[in-house]
């Protein structure tokens, strides 16, 4: 199990950019996935990005080309770059950890774009 802290978000207006942060209670390289969600009101929780122990990485098609995420293993921190951001982007974001037997989630951080 690990612990996820997750920091960076707010509110920003549309085309602007945020860059989230999700810090884990420990080393981070083994972990099979490490991802970020989000969740808007009234919404399912959906996958944004993902980025595997060996650094490969997935998006979802409305996150492609407009948010990169990223690692730092030294620090424990997984990070989300979110470029060109729309007021559909706004929703609770959420960094997970899949270990394949469960998933660590944490608490969550909002992001609100205005238009």
């Known amino acids: 199990q690990v612990q996820l802290v997750e920091s960076g978000g707010g509110l920003v207006q549309a085309g602007g950019s945020l860059r989230l942060s999700c810090a884990a209670s420990?080393?981070?390289?083994?972990?099979?996935?490490m991802g970020w969600y989000r969740q808007a009101p009234g919404k399912q929780r959906e996958l944004v990005a993902q980025i595997t122990s060996r650094g490969s990485t997935n998006y979802a098609d409305s996150a492609k080309d407009r948010f990169v995420i990223f690692r730092d293993i030294a620090k424990n921190t997984v990070y989300l770059q979110m470029n060109s951001l729309k007021p559909e982007d706004t929703a609770v974001y959420y960094c997970s950890a899949d270990h394949t037997t469960h998933i660590d989630w944490g608490q969550g951080t909002q992001v609100t774009v205005s238009s």
């Open positions: 420990r080393n981070i390289f083994s972990i099979n996935v």
